[in-house]
């Protein structure tokens, strides 16, 4: 189960990822309408439910009883990861 729970906080943190780089590209984005941030960051957004979907359904897959703290692992470390980059780009402020 311990296993499970590492997998599944690896996999919560590397679906904030796509997000951290939508974030910097719309920085990158100069002549861009508000349409062009948004459709970039909603296209992260939606690569970051992939990824994190994809894993639990392999996770599902392999090892059904493992299921449960794999995605609650997942999540948990999802919005952790998100807390702490929204408070370091506050601090960094």
Known sequence: MVLAIVLGAVAGMVGFAPLVFGLHRVKSMTD??????????????????????????LCISLAR???????LSEAVALSLTAIAFGVSKLVRK
């Open 32 to 57: 861009a309408g508000n349409f062009g941030h948004m459709g970039v960051l909603m296209v992260c957004l939606l690569i970051s439910f992939v990824l994190m979907f994809a894993a639990a359904i």
């Open 65 to 71: 009883e493992l299921a449960l703290p794999f995605v």
